[in-house]
């Protein structure tokens, strides 16, 4: 079983364009029976999914902005409603990365680059990238695909499949030439069976949804607009996924009949995260000062004043910034992101006690929220209320317990509160998050030799070093 799945750890299903050829009462789907799952059980796809977390932990930058993943985690939960989707037990990944691209691996695990962000113009064209990768989990592609492999040359297959995987993970293009060509071209043939039933399925979904239906359109002339500028060297989707010159007139004819009036293609909460994101990957603050200060000439659309806010906050003019997120919130008093937005200005700025009285305003209004928790308990660790700082973070933990970012932070609590033994334990499952089971080795041997006087605390370090001593022997086979 270890030795299947580490054979199979970096193959995953890339979604990197979408099609619409098909009208969507056109379905025509397989039937998903015993054989599948004898190939790959469910069970193997969740054990699968748990190694490659660890792969894009330790290898591939994520973004810590716990309002960017916030709402992408409730827009892929809303999405899955209106999806095949079976078991909706997500694992969302945010890539550091500006380029367009996402994907769906085993386990439910959904990774997006910040890119796609970038090159969306509104929350349809975004949603239609999002139900392509839920029709990817519902059709259980990766287990059919390790099915074909299996009826024909699996070891080769799987060969090339990795690669594909370590490309998208690596942004390296050339880790395709791991594979023959030969190989390339057939699996990749394959591969766009999979793609065309994907952009079929989450059609259907994202009309169903409620999305503009042009929305998949729009979004592939996005792509072939990226294509058209990025010359000989395009993105590597595009590379292993070349969009034709019919994708985009599919796309439409398939929406061509249907209904458009009442339908959403947008939503204040995407413009403000693509502001965020946009701000996030200029590196010289100046410059997104000049860019929004012109759009807002322009147009003083909420998302442009939101932008401007926060590169004025990136230049150390706080009280300007201030002042322009609060003529939003003005505008929408209740909306989180805005307000949770001026907790963290506030925050930053070392305005602890109004930042900190915001923050517990809407936690009564939203307990428990994952960016208001978050950024209360760094509030309160720099306020030096190292309990209370750690109490909320051990009750995200509670819900979000693979999260390394969190246990990061917990650490730095603990640190901070001289808690010396809880800090070790804390890295140490930071490590094994990122599948550095070594290194959570020594974090875990530091802490026992500091409590030789505590046999409880002792006994389930102890136990914890044996657990993953006994791990790291299995999979060596030993």
């Not at 607009?225 to 010159?245: A, V, Y």
Request: no cysteine; net charge negative; charged share 25%.
């Amino acid at each position: 079983m270890r030795s299947f799945l580490k054979q199979i750890l970096l193959i995953l299903i890339s979604i990197n364009a979408l099609a619409v050829d098909e009208q969507i009462n056109q379905l025509n789907l397989p039937e998903l029976g015993d054989r599948v799952s004898g190939a790959v059980s469910a069970e193997q796809e969740k054990a699968i999914g748990e190694m490659f977390l660890q792969q894009v932990y330790s290898s591939a930058p994520l973004i810590a902005d716990p309002l960017i993943f916030e709402y992408t985690e409730h827009l892929v939960y809303r999405l899955s409603e209106y999806s095949q989707v079976k078991d909706r037990d997500f694992n969302i990944l945010l890539i550091d990365d500006d380029s367009l691209n996402a994907f769906a691996a085993p386990g439910g695990i959904i990774g997006i680059n910040g890119g796609l962000f970038l090159h969306s113009d509104n929350e349809g064209q975004f949603s239609s990238v999002l139900a392509h990768e839920l029709a990817h989990l519902s059709q259980r592609h990766f287990a059919r695909n390790v099915l074909k492999s299996q009826d024909s040359n699996f070891a080769s297959a799987l060969v090339m499949v990795s690669s594909i995987a370590l490309a998208l993970i690596s942004n390296n293009p050339n880790a395709i030439a791991v594979g023959p060509a030969i190989l390339q071209s057939q699996n990749l043939r394959y591969s766009r069976l999979f793609e065309k039933e994907a952009d079929r399925v989450g059609f259907a979904n994202l009309v169903k949804a409620g999305y503009d239906p042009n929305s998949m359109g729009e979004m592939f002339e996005n792509m072939n607009e990226i294509r058209r500028l990025s010359g000989d060297l395009p993105p590597e989707f595009l590379l292993t996924h070349p969009l034709s010159s019919s994708r985009i007139s599919d796309a439409f004819n398939a929406a061509e009949n249907l209904p458009k009036d009442g339908t959403k293609k947008d939503s204040l909460e995407f413009s403000l995260m693509k502001a965020r994101l946009e701000i996030y990957y200029e590196n010289i603050p100046s410059n997104s000062l000049r860019k929004f200060k012109e759009r807002v000439e322009e147009s003083a659309s909420d998302a442009n004043v939101y932008g401007l806010s926060l590169a004025y906050h990136k230049t150390n003019d706080s009280e300007e910034s201030i002042n322009l997120i609060n003529k939003l919130i003005d505008l929408y008093p209740k909306n989180l992101v805005l307000n949770n937005t001026k907790i963290d200005i506030l925050y930053e700025n070392g305005r602890y006690n109004e930042a900190l009285d915001l923050a517990n305003k809407f936690l009564e209004i939203s307990p428990r929220n994952y960016p208001l928790s978050i950024s209360k308990s760094k509030i309160l660790l720099s306020m030096g209320q190292y309990f209370q700082s750690e109490e909320i973070i051990r009750d995200q933990l509670l819900r979000k317990n693979n999260n390394p970012e969190l246990w990061l932070l917990l650490s730095e609590i603990q640190r901070a509160s001289k808690n010396i033994v809880g800090y070790h334990q804390s890295r140490a499952e930071y490590f094994l998050l990122l599948g550095q089971s070594e290194r959570a080795l020594n974090q875990l041997e530091f802490a026992l030799k500091l409590t030789q006087n505590n046999f409880q605390v002792s006994e389930r370090i102890m136990t914890k070093i044996i657990d993953i001593k006994n791990e790291i022997n299995r999979s060596r086979g030993l």
